[in-house]
């Protein structure tokens, strides 16, 4: 890291000049289903990379049981992604506990019901479903707001969900099953890309935690939301390109991204 703080590198001073773009590098999971990532390589002749710039690791039993607490104490569980449901069950299994085949448990979409389907007979009195946000599930939290629910999440929180349940009185306890930490991108040292998609705080942590001299130069940086915008321009990075986040994560900076090279790869 510099010697500087985060909080006093100042706001760099630029003056956007709409250089082509030719590579894009996207600091997530290559997509295996349809993406409209795609559709951008192949009309504006584009190289696009993905690699992810976070990696999640297991909570290990012995950390786990550093909370006090027994998995099979509440008959509610949340879970805002399938590796919490993975580490869930794995804890239990390592910590002998027996979840009650009577438990609740409350999936943030419906791909995490889904894959719920691994661990437990999938029944719909025990498997509630929403659609993206918490707020989708206001409705079955209300009606068993009499029991503990458990919110599974990283080491990092799940801050949105957290503080929905708080603002409305349930009785909850959170727990980080898995830690979010840096990937090691030591092999990207002498690759260059026009563009770098952040798509969190943590994934311009890691690219500081992986070069810590990082120079932006020439390349464009495009985020999702206030909080990695934040996060890009408190390390002293100026961003050229912002994602709504209204709108689904990859549909949105997907169109950020193609108003951004309509401007900077049309004929000058």
Same mark, same amino acid.
């Given at each position: 890291m510099?010697s500087?703080?985060?909080?006093?590198? #100042?706001?760099p001073? $630029?003056?956007?000049k709409y250089?082509?773009?030719?590579?894009?590098?996207?600091?997530?999971?290559?997509? @295996? @289903?349809?993406?409209?990532y795609?559709e951008?390589?192949q009309k504006?002749?584009?190289?696009?990379?993905?690699?992810p710039?976070?990696?999640v690791?297991p909570?290990?039993?012995? #950390?786990?049981?550093?909370?006090r607490i027994?998995?099979s104490?509440?008959?509610?569980?949340?879970?805002?992604?399938?590796?919490?449901?993975?580490?869930?069950?794995?804890?239990?299994?390592?910590?002998?506990?027996?979840i009650s085949? !009577?438990?609740?448990?409350?999936?943030?979409t419906?791909?995490?019901?889904?894959?719920?389907?691994?661990?437990?007979? $999938?029944?719909?009195r025990?498997v509630?479903v929403?659609?993206?946000?918490?707020?989708?599930?206001?409705?079955?939290f209300t009606?068993?707001?009499?029991?503990?629910?458990?919110?599974?999440?990283?080491?990092l929180g799940?801050? #949105?969900? *957290?503080?929905?349940?708080?603002?409305?009185g349930?009785?909850?306890?959170?727990?980080?099953?898995?830690n979010?930490?840096?990937?090691?991108?030591?092999?990207l040292s002498?690759v260059?890309?026009?563009i770098?998609i952040?798509?969190?705080p943590?994934g311009?942590?890691?690219?500081?935690?992986?070069?810590?001299?990082?120079k932006?130069?020439?390349?464009?940086?495009?985020v999702?939301g206030?909080?990695? #915008?934040?996060?890009? @321009?408190?390390?002293?990075l100026f961003v050229?390109?912002?994602a709504?986040?209204?709108?689904?994560?990859? *549909?949105?900076m997907?169109l950020?991204?193609? !108003? $951004?090279?309509m401007?900077? !790869?049309?004929?000058?």
């Amino acid at each position: 890291m510099t010697s500087k703080s985060k909080a006093s590198v #100042e706001k760099p001073k $630029y003056v956007e000049k709409y250089m082509p773009v030719k590579s894009i590098l996207i600091s997530q999971q290559k997509p @295996e @289903e349809k993406s409209p990532y795609y559709e951008l390589e192949q009309k504006w002749g584009l190289k696009i990379d993905w690699r992810p710039f976070i990696q999640v690791e297991p909570v290990s039993e012995k #950390e786990f049981r550093k909370n006090r607490i027994s998995l099979s104490d509440f008959p509610c569980v949340i879970f805002s992604s399938r590796g919490a449901i993975d580490n869930f069950f794995r804890l239990a299994a390592e910590t002998r506990v027996k979840i009650s085949p !009577n438990t609740l448990y409350f999936c943030m979409t419906e791909a995490i019901a889904n894959y719920l389907q691994k661990f437990i007979l $999938y029944r719909k009195r025990k498997v509630f479903v929403g659609t993206r946000v918490v707020e989708d599930l206001a409705s079955y939290f209300t009606k068993h707001k009499d029991k503990k629910f458990l919110l599974l999440s990283s080491n990092l929180g799940s801050t #949105e969900i *957290a503080g929905y349940l708080k603002r409305t009185g349930i009785d909850y306890t959170q727990v980080a099953v898995q830690n979010t930490v840096s990937a090691d991108l030591s092999d990207l040292s002498d690759v260059f890309y026009d563009i770098l998609i952040f798509f969190s705080p943590q994934g311009i942590e890691s690219l500081f935690d992986n070069f810590p001299d990082f120079k932006q130069n020439n390349t464009r940086i495009a985020v999702f939301g206030n909080v990695t #915008e934040k996060a890009a @321009e408190d390390r002293g990075l100026f961003v050229n390109i912002k994602a709504d986040t209204h709108a689904s994560g990859g *549909a949105s900076m997907a169109l950020a991204l193609e !108003n $951004y090279i309509m401007k900077a !790869n049309s004929p000058k």
